[in-house]
Structure formats: structure tokens, C-alpha cells
């Protein structure tokens, strides 16, 4: 079922950093110019746009930025408690 009427909506539950639920969405729609583009909202927040029809390479910058945060993450989780 889609929520925000978007193409291949996927929408996963997880927590804030307060543990409160929140759903966050990933999926196609259109930008104000009617580009398709793929997007990115957390709950009933805005819509990030991270990837338009037509962009060259296969990962974009907010992938690969999330992708080296968890890599980050499981650096420090393995270094223990310090900082």
C-alpha cells in the first residue's frame, strides 16, 4: 500500500533517537518540473530528493554518504567507549 502516491514505494518502521516510531519511505515520484526522480522522507516530513531520471554512475552522494556513516559506526563500535 502507498502512502504518499509515489512508484515502488517502500516504507520501513524504525525508531528516532528519542525511540519514538517513525516510518521512512523510499521510492519514485516526480519533481515540480515532472522529472522522475527517487526520494526520501521520514514519516510525514519532507521529501529529499536524491537521484533524478537520466544521472550517470550508480551510487549518488547522500548513498555513499550513508553508506560511510555506517561504515564509521562500526569503526567506533569496535573500538569500544571512547568517545
Known amino acids: 500500500m502507498t502512502t504518499r502516491g509515489w512508484y515502488k514505494e517502500r516504507t520501513l518502521t524504525t525508531v528516532d533517537t528519542v525511540g519514538r516510531e517513525v516510518s521512512v519511505t523510499t521510492g519514485l ?5 515532472g522529472r522522475l526522480v527517487a526520494a526520501i522522507a521520514i514519516s ?11 544521472d550517470v554512475g550508480e551510487d549518488t552522494e547522500l548513498v555513499l554518504n550513508a553508506t560511510d556513516t555506517v561504515k564509521e559506526l562500526r569503526r567506533l563500535a569496535s573500538m569500544g567507549p571512547t568517545i
Open 44 to 54: 510525514d516530513g519532507p521529501t529529499a530528493i536524491y537521484r533524478y531520471a537520466g
Open 29 to 33: 515520484t516526480r519533481d515540480p518540473e
